[in-house]
C-alpha cells in the first residue's frame, strides 16, 4: 500500500493514504497485523484525512517493522459503506436487535413439522458456510468463521441436522447477546455525551458581542470562539488568528494555525488565539456528528487485552484442525474427528472479551464515569502512579473571590470592575469568579478595553483607556513582565499563601493595581480519594500546580500528597510527565484546565473532570461526568475488576472446553451433547461478562447536600 510519511518522530509515526483506498474493515486488519508484536502500543485511522497515526516503543529495528507492514499491506480497496460505518450510523436507540433465537426455535419446535425443520436448518446455514469459505479462499486465513464453517459441514455430512439446528442456535443465541449488550452500552455512550446546552458568543452586524444558546445558531452566523473554547459550528474564519486543536476529527494532537479563510469544524478546540466563524452548518449537524465520532473512538480503540484475544482467538483455529487430523490417524474414526471440530475456544474469547469491556464502560456511565474505548479501561488498571493538578481539580471549580486589595491610585470597585471587564472573555472557573463577584456588588462594566490578548497558563493582557493592562498569574506579572512589587503587597501575598488560598494580580501601566484573593475549597472527599487510590494500588500520589510553594506545600499536607511541583508552566507540567514516564512509571494525569491539556495528552491515561474546560475534556480519555473527585477510585476498581474478569473468563473457557473436547474425543458424548455442552458455555461466559462488576456499596454514594 503507498502513503506517504508526513510526522517521523520517535516512537511515533504519521502516514498519509488516499481514503479511498483504505476501507475501515481494511484498516481494522492493518492495526491487527501491527499490533501481532508487543512494541506497537495503538493505532489509529481518520477517513477524514487518511492520516494512518501508529505510536511504538522506541525500539532498534521498530520503525522499519512498521514501515514495512504498512508498504507490504493488501488493502482491499475502497466500499462505499463499511460494517463498521453501518454500526455507527444506528448507534442511538433506533438500531434495531436481531431476532430473538429463544423464541422462534420454540415455536419452530411446537408448530413446524420434522422435514421442514430440516429444510430450515440448511436454509439458515448457507450464511455460515458461505462466510467461512469466503474468509478461507478470498482472505486466505483459518479463521472461526472457517472453523463454524466446517463443523455445520461436519453435522450435515453426517446428515445429523439436530447437531447442525443446535449450533445455529448458539451461534444466533451468541450475536443476540452480544447485540444487546452493545446496543444498551453504547446508547448509554450516546446519552451521556450529549450533555446541556452551551451558550456561545456572536458578533452581531453592528460589531457587538452578545451570549446565545448555541441552538439559536443560524446558518451566517458569525460566532466567536476564544482560548480554551469548542467551535460549535462548521464554518469558515472570518477575523482572527488561532491554533486549533483537531484531534476529534484526526487524531493529530499537534494544533493547526488558522487564519482568515480557513475551514473549521464543529466539536475541535482552540488551544490559542481567537477567531471569528461564519457557520456553514450548525445545530444537530454538527452536534450529533461529534457524539459519533467519540462513539467511533470508543470502539476503535480496543484494549490491548482485547486485541491479543481476538488475535489469540483466530490462531488456535489451526490447531482444532491438526487435533482433528491427528485424531483420525490415531483413531481412524471420521466421527471421532469430526468431534474434534464441534469444541473450538475462538467463541467464547472473541464474545466474552469486547462485551466486558463494554459492559464495564456501560456501568462506568451509569456511575458518571466515561471512558472513551477499551484500550484506556486498561491503562487505568494498570496505572501506579496518579498525578494531579491543584486548581479546579483537587478545589472546587466554583471558586469565590474572597478579598479584593487595591493598590493607589486604584480603589477596591474601580479594580474588581475592570478584572470583570477582562475576564468575561475565557470560560474558567478564576474568571467566572471574578465576574460573579462584580455582579454580585451591582458593578457595571463597559467594554472600554481593546482587543483582548490570552497567554496560556499566565494571563491576559489588554490596553484599556489607551493603557496597558496586564491580569494573571504571579509568574505572568512579576517574572515576564517583569512588574515591580510594593513592600506592603509582598507581605500581603505571604500572609495570604500561608492561609492557602490563590491569587491573580492586575497591573496598569507597569504598576500593580491590585490583588485578587481567590477562595477556592478543596473538592469533597478529595483526601480520601488519595487514600483510596493507594488502597487501590496507585503507589504514588503527585500534585502539580502553577501557585506559589507555600500555598502547594499547605495543600499537599492537609491531602497526604507523596510529593508536589510548584510553580510550573503548562511545559513543566509535560516535562515532569514525560520525566517520571521516562522512569517506567504508568501514568494517570487528573486534570480540569486549558493548561492541563499537554500532560493531559501524554500520559498513559488522561482524565478531566465535567466542570473543566472544553478542551480539557475533549483530550482526557476518560470523563468524570458529574464533576466528583471520589468518583476515581470507583473507575479505578471498575477497570481493575473488568480486567479480572477478562483472565478469569480465558481460563473458565480453555478449562470447560478442553474438558468438552475430551468427552467428544473419547466416545463419552455425541457431537449434539459436545455441542450443546460447549456453545451453552460460550453463552454462561458472554452473560457472565455482563454482569455488574461492583456491588451496591461500591458505587458511588449521593454527595450530601451541604457539600
Known amino acids: 500500500m503507498n502513503g506517504l510519511v508526513i510526522s517521523d518522530l520517535r516512537g511515533r509515526l504519521r502516514i498519509r493514504v488516499n481514503p479511498r483506498d483504505l476501507s475501515t474493515e481494511d484498516f481494522e486488519r492493518l492495526a491487527a497485523n501491527l499490533m501481532k508484536q508487543g512494541e506497537v502500543r495503538f493505532v489509529t485511522y481518520s477517513r477524514v484525512t487518511g492520516g494512518v497515526l501508529v505510536l511504538y516503543d522506541d525500539t532498534p529495528g521498530r520503525r522499519l517493522y512498521v514501515l514495512r507492514v504498512i508498504r507490504n499491506f493488501q488493502n482491499k480497496g475502497f466500499h462505499p459503506l463499511s460494517v463498521f460505518e453501518e454500526k455507527v450510523k444506528n448507534v442511538g436507540e433506533e438500531a434495531p436487535l436481531p431476532y430473538n433465537p429463544i423464541w422462534t426455535t420454540l415455536v419452530k419446535r411446537v408448530l413446524v413439522p420434522w422435514p421442514a425443520r430440516m429444510a430450515i436448518t440448511a436454509i439458515k446455514a448457507v450464511p455460515y458456510l458461505f462466510e467461512g469459505l469466503k474468509r478461507l479462499l478470498w482472505k486466505g486465513s483459518l479463521s472461526v468463521e472457517v472453523l463454524d464453517a466446517v463443523a455445520l459441514s461436519v453435522c450435515f455430512l453426517r446428515r445429523d441436522f439436530k447437531s447442525a439446528g443446535t449450533l445455529l442456535f448458539f451461534f444466533a443465541l451468541s450475536n443476540y447477546l452480544e447485540a444487546w449488550t452493545r446496543k444498551r452500552s453504547l446508547a448509554v455512550l450516546f446519552h451521556s455525551l450529549k450533555g446541556p446546552e452551551e451558550m456561545v458568543w456572536v458578533k452581531g452586524p453592528d460589531g457587538k458581542r452578545t451570549q446565545v444558546a448555541e441552538s439559536a445558531l443560524r446558518v451566517g452566523s458569525e460566532v466567536i470562539i476564544q482560548a480554551g473554547g469548542l467551535i460549535p459550528v462548521d464554518g469558515v474564519v472570518s477575523e482572527g488568528e488561532a491554533m486549533v486543536n483537531q484531534a476529534t476529527m484526526t487524531g493529530e494532537p499537534l494544533p493547526v494555525r488558522k487564519t482568515n479563510g480557513g475551514s473549521v469544524f464543529a466539536g475541535t478546540a482552540v488551544e490559542e488565539g481567537e477567531i471569528s466563524v461564519v457557520a456553514s452548518k450548525v445545530g444537530g449537524d454538527t452536534r450529533i456528528r461529534s457524539i459519533i465520532e467519540y462513539i467511533k473512538e470508543s470502539e476503535a480503540s480496543k484494549s490491548?487485552?482485547?486485541?491479543?484475544?481476538?488475535?489469540?482467538?483466530?490462531?488456535?483455529?489451526?490447531?482444532?484442525?491438526?487435533?482433528?487430523?491427528?485424531?483420525?490417524?490415531?483413531?481412524?474414526?471420521?466421527?471421532?474427528?469430526?468431534?474434534?471440530?464441534?469444541?473450538?475456544?475462538?467463541?467464547?474469547?472473541?464474545?466474552?472479551?469486547?462485551?466486558?469491556?463494554?459492559?464495564?464502560?456501560?456501568?462506568?456511565?451509569?456511575?458518571?464515569?466515561?471512558?472513551?474505548?477499551?484500550?484506556?479501561?486498561?491503562?487505568?488498571?494498570?496505572?501506579?502512579?496518579?498525578?494531579?493538578?491543584?486548581?479546579?481539580?483537587?478545589?472546587?471549580?466554583?471558586?469565590?473571590?474572597?478579598?479584593?486589595?487595591?493598590?493607589?491610585?486604584?480603589?477596591?470597585?474601580?479594580?474588581?470592575?475592570?478584572?470583570?471587564?477582562?475576564?468575561?472573555?475565557?470560560?474558567?472557573?478564576?474568571?467566572?469568579?471574578?465576574?460573579?463577584?462584580?455582579?454580585?456588588?451591582?458593578?457595571?462594566?463597559?467594554?472600554?478595553?481593546?482587543?483582548?490578548?490570552?497567554?496560556?497558563?499566565?494571563?491576559?493582557?489588554?490596553?484599556?483607556?489607551?493603557?496597558?493592562?496586564?491580569?494573571?498569574?504571579?509568574?505572568?506579572?512579576?517574572?515576564?513582565?517583569?512588574?515591580?512589587?510594593?513592600?506592603?503587597?509582598?507581605?500581603?501575598?505571604?500572609?495570604?499563601?500561608?492561609?492557602?488560598?490563590?491569587?491573580?494580580?492586575?497591573?496598569?501601566?507597569?504598576?500593580?493595581?491590585?490583588?485578587?484573593?481567590?477562595?477556592?475549597?478543596?473538592?469533597?472527599?478529595?483526601?480520601?480519594?488519595?487514600?483510596?487510590?493507594?488502597?487501590?494500588?496507585?503507589?504514588?500520589?503527585?500534585?502539580?500546580?502553577?501557585?506559589?510553594?507555600?500555598?502547594?506545600?499547605?495543600?499537599?499536607?492537609?491531602?497526604?500528597?507523596?510529593?508536589?511541583?510548584?510553580?510550573?508552566?503548562?511545559?513543566?507540567?509535560?516535562?515532569?510527565?514525560?520525566?517520571?514516564?521516562?522512569?517506567?512509571?504508568?501514568?494517570?494525569?487528573?486534570?480540569?484546565?486549558?493548561?492541563?491539556?499537554?500532560?493531559?495528552?501524554?500520559?498513559?491515561?488522561?482524565?478531566?473532570?465535567?466542570?473543566?474546560?472544553?478542551?480539557?475534556?475533549?483530550?482526557?480519555?476518560?470523563?468524570?461526568?458529574?464533576?466528583?473527585?471520589?468518583?476515581?477510585?470507583?473507575?479505578?476498581?471498575?477497570?481493575?475488576?473488568?480486567?479480572?474478569?477478562?483472565?478469569?473468563?480465558?481460563?473458565?473457557?480453555?478449562?470447560?472446553?478442553?474438558?468438552?473436547?475430551?468427552?467428544?474425543?473419547?466416545?463419552?458424548?455425541?457431537?449434539?451433547?459436545?455441542?450443546?455442552?460447549?456453545?451453552?458455555?460460550?453463552?454462561?461466559?458472554?452473560?457472565?461478562?455482563?454482569?455488574?462488576?461492583?456491588?451496591?456499596?461500591?458505587?458511588?454514594?449521593?454527595?450530601?447536600?451541604?457539600?
Not at 513582565?481 to 505571604?494: F, H, N, S
Open 304 to 707: 490491548g487485552m482485547q486485541g491479543r484475544a481476538e488475535r489469540m482467538a483466530d490462531a488456535i483455529v489451526p490447531y482444532n484442525f491438526l487435533l482433528a487430523i491427528a485424531t483420525y490417524l490415531v483413531s481412524g474414526s471420521l466421527y471421532k474427528a469430526g468431534n474434534a471440530l464441534l469444541v473450538d475456544y475462538s467463541c467464547a474469547i472473541r464474545l466474552s472479551t469486547p462485551i466486558a469491556v463494554l459492559s464495564a464502560m456501560r456501568e462506568g456511565n451509569e456511575s458518571g464515569i466515561l471512558v472513551k474505548g477499551g484500550r484506556y479501561l486498561e491503562e487505568l488498571a494498570g496505572a501506579d502512579t496518579c498525578v494531579f493538578d491543584k486548581t479546579g481539580t483537587l478545589t472546587e471549580a466554583k471558586p469565590q473571590v474572597s478579598e479584593v486589595i487595591p493598590f493607589p491610585p486604584f480603589n477596591r470597585e474601580e479594580a474588581l470592575r475592570l478584572a470583570a471587564c477582562l475576564e468575561e472573555h475565557f470560560p474558567h472557573p478564576v474568571g467566572r469568579a471574578v465576574v460573579n463577584a462584580a455582579k454580585a456588588e451591582g458593578l457595571s462594566h463597559e467594554e472600554e478595553h481593546t482587543k483582548v490578548d490570552y497567554v496560556v497558563a499566565h494571563g491576559i493582557s489588554s490596553s484599556w483607556r489607551g493603557k496597558k493592562v496586564l491580569l494573571g498569574s504571579h509568574h505572568f506579572l512579576f517574572e515576564d513582565e517583569k512588574i515591580p512589587i510594593p513592600a506592603k503587597a509582598k507581605a500581603i501575598m505571604a500572609e495570604v499563601a500561608k492561609s492557602g488560598e490563590s491569587m491573580i494580580f492586575l497591573a496598569v501601566e507597569g504598576k500593580l493595581a491590585s490583588i485578587i484573593v481567590i477562595s477556592d475549597k478543596i473538592r469533597y472527599k478529595a483526601r480520601e480519594t488519595l487514600s483510596a487510590l493507594k488502597e487501590l494500588g496507585i503507589a504514588k500520589t503527585v500534585m502539580l500546580t502553577g501557585d506559589l510553594a507555600s500555598t502547594a506545600k499547605n495543600v499537599a499536607e492537609k491531602l497526604g500528597f507523596d510529593e508536589f511541583r510548584a510553580e510550573l508552566l503548562p511545559d513543566d507540567k509535560a516535562g515532569f510527565l514525560a520525566k517520571f514516564s521516562g522512569e517506567g512509571d504508568k501514568i494517570m494525569m487528573v486534570g480540569d484546565g486549558l493548561n492541563d491539556s499537554a500532560a493531559l495528552s501524554m500520559a498513559r491515561v488522561g482524565v478531566a473532570l465535567s466542570d473543566g474546560s472544553a478542551l480539557a475534556k475533549d483530550v482526557a480519555n476518560v470523563q468524570l461526568l458529574n464533576g466528583r473527585l471520589d468518583a476515581l477510585p470507583v473507575a479505578r476498581l471498575l477497570s481493575v475488576r473488568a480486567m479480572k474478569r477478562i483472565h478469569e473468563n480465558y481460563w473458565l473457557i480453555v478449562l470447560f472446553n478442553s474438558f468438552f473436547l475430551g468427552l467428544g474425543l473419547f466416545g463419552l458424548a455425541g457431537p449434539g451433547l459436545v455441542s450443546m455442552l460447549h456453545n451453552g458455555t460460550t453463552i454462561l461466559v458472554a452473560a457472565r461478562a455482563t454482569k455488574s462488576f461492583l456491588s451496591p456499596a461500591e458505587r458511588l454514594p449521593p454527595k450530601p447536600a451541604d457539600n
